[in-house]
């Protein structure tokens, strides 16, 4: 659930203020990490993980209550018209932002290659490849920052060119849009993702809009694949 303001600081600059209100219940998150290295006779290597979900993927453990997830975050939204016809768009989504779990299931893992150690006296022993414990766990996840910038040309009404580029957290995206508004209450927009290959078709209304991309429309061969759907009214 998201409540925002919308104002113009003068008539060519507009500015967006807005907070969100989060319930989750399905979780992935957490760390892996590792590192291999090579002996003389063998490579070796070893893997420590640690993370909330909603379901176990390497210990297999059976399936649990899931978490609760109440959070929050802050936007901040920059519309610059420069020209007649050349618009700067900024989004700054999650500025500061976070989701608190509660009792959410979590597994502590630890794998080894090498199952050969010898103590501090001399004496072998066996250490188990894989070990790890379950539970539950009281977790705070910060949600990473989320920002679109965008140049908009309309180089003829009802027609805009737009190149975008978006990046949540070390994640980035380049595109190239097209639309066409006949009407103030419709608009239809064709892009394509440099950095994915999906090609994406966009539906608006200022009380609902539909947001389908894909790099190929075969699942199983399908790499990248988005699809939102907002509802909204603008007071």
Partial sequence: MRLGYRFNLDKNIEVY???SYFESQDALYGFIEGQI???TDRPRGDLASDY???KEYILKRPL???GSGYGYGFDVDIKWQLT???TFNA???DIAGRIDWKHAPYSNIVMVSDRNRIDENGKPYKVPTLSGQHGFVE???PLPLHHVLSMDYRFRQPYVVTFER???DRLSFTRLLASYQPARWFRVELGHDFDSYANSLELWTPFASLLLATDSINEKHAKNARAELRFGYWL
């Fill in 166 to 168: 978006e990046t949540y």
């Fill in 52 to 54: 909330i979900y909603n």
């Fill in 139 to 141: 977790r705070t996840q």
């Fill in 17 to 19: 203020f807005g907070g």
């Fill in 84 to 86: 007649d016809d050349l």
């Fill in 91 to 93: 989004e700054f989504n």
């Fill in 64 to 66: 649990t209550p899931p």
């Fill in 37 to 39: 290295w090579q002996d």
